[in-house]
């Protein structure tokens, strides 16, 4: 069975498949993985070692990364700045593709969201567009030192729904908050 980087990529985004993500960073290269995050600007993501790799993690190599920066790469593939405007479309569409996670299910259900999850034993993050119509948004949280990842779930899901009510306000309201009734 042969597969294209567009099917790799999309298990890997759609379903964490973390042999798709080990693909994917044997094709690349770990080094150039971290050149290019470096090159748009993100300072302390760092992929330090591949998917599975229980060893290298109890040697302190985790993949790390920070909301802030999450964020800023979400929005550079919203805007298409510093990356490929196909290469931010096709990403984008591929996020888009309905997959649960706690962002996601604070929306209303009729919502565009272009997603990705990710979860360790302790961790928890989900990070996200979340596109209201005439306003869209980027929320990333991640979540450390649970005990039990449906609290991390469901704390994600409640900053999603209080965000979302907050910005459809927003977008519904004039600049000093007043919001016209139809």
Known sequence: MNCSLKDITSLMILV??????????????????????????LKATRLARKMIDEDAARKGRENVSTPREMMSLLTMLHTSSGIDKDVSAQTLDILKMYKEGPVRTGAPPETVVANKTGGLPGVIADCAIVYLPDRPYVLCAMTTFLKDPLVGHESIRNVSRIIYDYMWRISKSTPLGRRFVP
């Open 16 to 41: 964490s498949d973390n042999v798709a993500t080990n693909i994917l960073i044997d094709l690349v290269g770990m080094e150039n993985v971290n050149k290019t995050v470096q090159a748009l600007g």
